[in-house]
């Protein structure tokens, strides 16, 4: 039997005391594991991933990272358990070159980082050629890129990935993907919150539709993307299953 490396047991949590966005969330993924939890707008998805990582405490329920209960742990010492979290937004330090962010990236670790930069350079040859540029110049999906690659440098059990695909175009939206995929491929575990639902769910080992801050629908990527139900409520009018 599979010994989850995450488990979030009946979860209420917000930003506001007595009103909770979470109403009673169940979520577990497995090591190695690409899991994606979609669902509309204010359903609760990034609040989800916030409270894992412990940006919000939850006011009910139980978050067990590697056997451990984490629930009112602080993000740095969540971090030195193996967990990482890339938001959605101001991801990377825009005034510091390519290579400065993947250092701040490794600050809690101690000798040579050589192998650890070449071997993110490697996953994303596009950093490599920049790696002496500032990050705020960079374009939009290189940002992102820079952002998981910063992440990477902690070589974490679990990464969570808060809106990876948001405001790029479909070519890097594509290459984003790819790249995620690719870090799950290394035996990272992934959950990735997305709002392109399709492409999440396609290339997902399992998926979660949130709703209202509960968790409506459970399976496989693909049982989820070829779902009716799933289909008309979250994955656009014109869905159709193929």
């Known amino acids: 039997?599979?010994?989850?490396?995450?488990?979030?047991?009946?979860?209420?949590a917000g930003y506001i005391k007595d009103l909770n966005i979470l109403q009673g969330?169940?979520?577990h993924i497995?090591?190695?594991?690409?899991?994606?939890?979609?669902?509309?707008?204010g359903a609760g998805k990034s609040t989800l991933a916030k409270t894992i990582f412990g940006l919000l405490s939850p006011n009910q329920g139980e978050i067990i990272f590697q056997g451990k209960n984490i629930r009112g742990l602080k993000s740095d010492k969540i971090v030195k358990r193996g967990m990482c979290y890339v938001p959605q937004i101001t991801n990377v330090f825009a005034s510091l070159s390519v290579d400065e962010n993947l250092e701040m990236g490794a600050f809690i670790r101690t000798g040579s980082?050589?192998?650890?930069?070449?071997?993110?350079y490697n996953m994303f040859p596009k950093l490599g050629s920049r790696?002496?540029?500032?990050?705020?110049?960079?374009?939009?999906?290189?940002?992102?890129?820079?952002?998981?690659?910063?992440?990477?440098?902690?070589?974490p059990d679990l990464l969570l990935l808060d809106e990876p695909s948001?405001?790029?175009?479909?070519?890097?939206?594509?290459s984003v993907f790819e790249q995620v995929k690719a870090i799950n491929q290394?035996?990272?575990?992934?959950?990735?919150?997305?709002?392109?639902?399709?492409?999440?769910?396609?290339?997902?080992?399992?998926?979660?539709?949130?709703?209202?801050g509960k968790d409506r629908f459970e399976g496989t990527g693909a049982d989820l993307l070829n779902d009716p139900?799933?289909?008309?409520?979250?994955?656009?009018?014109?869905?159709?299953?193929?």
Do not use: H
């Not at 992934?190 to 949130?210: C, H, P, S, T």
């Open 1 to 12: 039997m599979t010994t989850n490396i995450l488990e979030v047991k009946n979860v209420y």
């Open 25 to 27: 969330i169940n979520f």
């Open 30 to 41: 497995a090591p190695g594991e690409l899991v994606a939890v979609i669902g509309p707008n």
């Open 113 to 120: 980082l050589r192998s650890l930069k070449d071997t993110i």
């Open 131 to 155: 790696r002496r540029q500032k990050a705020g110049t960079l374009s939009g999906g290189e940002r992102q890129m820079l952002a998981m690659g910063k992440a990477l440098m902690l070589e």
């Open 166 to 174: 948001a405001a790029l175009s479909p070519i890097l939206v594509n």
């Open 186 to 212: 290394t035996g990272t575990a992934i959950v990735l919150v997305e709002q392109n639902a399709k492409k999440a769910l396609a290339m997902a080992d399992r998926g979660y539709v949130l709703e209202n």
């Open 229 to 242: 139900k799933v289909g008309e409520l979250y994955l656009g009018a014109a869905y159709k299953s193929d």
